[in-house]
């Protein structure tokens, strides 16, 4: 069966409509955006348009790709500061150059709708946030939809970053899943995703998970565009489509985040 991300996310966004509709406040999120990345640029329009069509203002900060991270630290510092911001996030990846975990550290915990910062992140490792990961919450969200349980399944989680595999594995082994985590230096993959009831993938290698890497019935959540999804949903039990995935999904996560983290 082929995920409906569209679907999962317009609960998610109608919920938080209602939510705000009810409280009566008014909610702002403020993205910072470095460079000239097309593909980023695209990303934030999509939350900038979610986050309208569910009633908060979105504001983007552009700065140019040559910054420094004290000069980007300093220009964050003001933005988190502005009272009627409720959240900020930085678009990632940043520029090689920019200290991506000393920038995130500068966004306030209560402002920290991608749970992103070593505050934030030490309160998610320990069962002390008060909101999921974007990432997390995707997953979360895909097998409530769906009544998947991950307890007693194995996953194999395809890369380690910080935005998806390190913090998707952590929330799968906690929910009581036996977890392997596939990254570059892993010799052999297909010795754990071809056993894999539970397949996460957020590296950004296209064709990186094939057909013959994938056992009949399993799931497969695809952050990074990484499976070759023609050949494996004919054997997958539920896999996400490339557009229409886990996109929107991660998207409304960001904003439920907003509202959890205010109203």
Known sequence: MIVDGRKISKRILDEAKDKIGKSGKKLRLAAVLVGDNPELKKFVELKRKAAEDTGIEFRIYEFPEDISSNQLREELNKIAKVKTTHGVIIEL??????????????????????????????????????????????????????????????????????????????????????????????????????????????????????????????????????????????KAGYITPPLGGVGPIVVAAVLKNLVELNL
Request: hydrophobic letters at 40%; glycine letters at 8%.
């Open 93 to 234: 990846p940043l520029p090689g150059h920019l200290n991506t975990q000393y920038l995130l550290n500068t966004i306030p915990e209560e402002k920290d709708v991608d749970v992103l910062s070593e505050k934030s992140q030490g309160k998610f490792f320990t069962g002390r946030s008060k909101v999921l990961p974007p990432s997390v919450e995707a997953v979360k969200q895909i097998f409530g939809e769906y009544n998947i349980n991950p307890k007693g399944k194995t996953a194999a989680v395809f890369g380690y970053g910080l935005l998806v595999g390190k913090l998707v594995s952590h929330w799968l082994i906690q929910q009581g899943a036996t977890v392997s985590v596939v990254t570059e230096h892993t010799k052999d993959p297909i010795r754990y995703s071809l056993f894999a009831d539970l397949i996460i993938s957020g590296v950004g290698r296209p064709n990186l998970i094939t057909a013959n890497m994938v056992k009949d019935s399993a799931i497969v959540i695809d952050f990074g565009r990484d499976v070759d999804f023609d050949a494996v949903s004919k």
